[in-house]
């Protein structure tokens, strides 16, 4: 069913009222779809003002997961009504999926799910799909399990439909299969799946028995969330639940004060070193005006670094091991850029001072590229290390020691140069 | 097939040599695998070290799409070596993907797709797809066309394995189709299977007649390369193309050194502001002490804002038409941002100089997270406007803008409120 994308996008941005009322314009068979494509802040405000048969109609009719995300976000008293209106196996479903932890692949799988056996042959199995696999989650990857439930591996739907009737599916499945702990962050989850260029994948318990399947849709809608919230967070905010025209002032300045806040604190830090320095600024001024430039340009080059890092990270190229290589090339690196710079940056310092403080203010370039580079490439590795997310700290971490440090070594270089 | 992705994530990581060897090494019937799963880099570099026997076979057995992406990479002479060694139809099919231009949709699909007939029965169809859909590149989405080869919709597997095998395929099919053209930017087709959480797409000429499928693996890939394009660009920074470990120092630094130059010469715009305000700073030295604060303050504002708005406008809530209200919204924001910040800063301001300075220091913010939340919002807006990657322009425009304009509402505000 083709699900329009400019209907869900326009629901999002409505008001409550024209939310319901546009909602029960769309023709019948449609809403359940629509519905499902909305995020669980439009889909909580929807089942909170529809009449109580419809919300508890629609929310029947998610898939389990989907039912455990929204119950989430509805209020507890709403919550049990919808509970209480599935029968008893979807809501014993519904209960287990939303038992699992946060983020955890647990609450994205759907626990409907087809399996096979190793010692059935291939037309069997088919036969058993097609027999079973009804209300199945995905048909196209069957995980093949031996008496204990535990999964040998995983056999397509395609490998089935091509293989001769009577060969037996432990000839034709994949083994060992790509399966993820339902208790794995749904974020390595959806990147294994990915990686393997997969449809489905099944998901296990500790004991590696199967409990249900996470499909490529979940995985990219996981994907795209986390891209969302790393950017957000990198510039120091917090991911918005709601469309943006819905969001009020006061959410986006919520989602923002806090960065802004631990950012200004922090740069007390440069209000600290310039206050140090007063005599140095006092006698020769004209140091103020490369102040902006200076720790601009720190700012870019440790941003580069880190950009480069965690991208590095991120696809595994570079681990906590790497630490000092990183490091020494990025550095490396941050010197001939420094250099390069000093070559460009020398020529408005002598038009705007004269040539000693040009010469300062070519010298920190470059020490200051090195600095920015080394920070910015040590930061990522490190916050991995301790268990921190790198998207979150490295800007602030980085703009906060590179920008204090920098006028250190500003000033201690101009104080040098001028001979003061 | 297990793909070993610390395999391909060590082969990337090795010297031309060493890569050889250990791509030797691998047991036979992997290597094609593991080929496929590395990048357009290692695998050029591959191609051109292993004996050509093995380059043609490897090349040879690749997805016709990567077949176009690899070419890309290699010097001409080795194209045409590799493009001599196919059949005549692998051939053809190379060249016709390869026509495409770069980043359409066509340049990423698969030509091998097999079809239905909407007048065909659903078992008939089944039998078509089990007959001559052997090399497809997927045949869990079936493409149902009419005579003429247009695409009047799809049928999945699913649907077909279990419907009545007498049923007509019209009767089944979903129409419309979510169909992509293939002259189409592949990231706008990407998102639009991600959005309709399809597992597959047919993909269209101008005429609407099919000429290949584009799947979610691709879709997963191309979204994965986008995100890291643009983290890469928001820094300054051009995606590398080779492994981090692969990259020598040179090409980190031809990745950096562009933006930086364009930075640095957009930041003598704060040099020139602070030398037009010189004698009001040798007058009172201590205002440069609050100028990193600022400016720094300023930058993060417009970041927060900015990153809000590109994100609202990549799910669609944000258009065009939208800039009077978003700048309004966003500008509120940024005053009630100011004032908050205003309370914190003083304290600061008040430390470390006298009150008339905490009072310019402190309207100075308000004024300037203001102004930065307005640019911040206004710039990606505009940007899509004129056909400009917002990722791209708005990091370093809004810094320059902000830096500058930042300066000058300071020292305005500082000579008013000091009586200079």
Redesign the interface.
Known sequence: ???D??VT?SL??MSDERLVEAFHQLPGPRTRHVFE?LDAGPQCRLVGRLPQRESVDLFAQLQPDDRARLLDEVPAAVSEQLLSSLDADAREITLTIAGYPHRSTGRAMSPNVVSVTATSSAGDALRH??RH??TAET??MLPVLDPDGAVLGVVS??RL??SEPETPVGRVM?S???SVPASQDQEVSAR?L??????AAPVVDSAGRLVGVLT??D???I??DA??ED??R????R??HE???RTS??E??RA??G???V???A??L???V??YF?DT??EV??L??????L???G???G??S???????MA????GGR?LP??VL??V??GL??GL??AV??VV?AAF?ADASIAAAVSLSLVVICVLATAVGSATPIVARQVGVDPAVVSAPLI?TVV?ATG?IVYFLIAQAVLGL
């Open positions: 069913v083709l699900i994308r400019d996008a999002r941005r494509a799909v097609r696999g009804a048909v196209y739907l395609r439909l091509f994949s060992p299969a790509v294994a990915r990686a393997a260029r997969l449809i490529v849709d995985a990219m809608r994907l795209s891209e969302h950017v957000a990198g510039a120091g905010s991911p918005l469309a943006y025209p002032v006061l986006l300045v923002r004060i960065w802004l806040l950012l200004i604190i740069a007390t440069t209000v600290n310039l206050d007063e600024l006092a001024v004209t103020a005006l490369f102040v902006p430039l720790i601009g340009t700012g870019n080059a941003a580069q880190a950009t480069t890092v965690v991208r590095a696809v595994g190229d570079v790497d290589r990183v090339r990025e490396t690196t001939v850029l390069t710079l460009v940056g408005p705007f703009s920008d006028l």
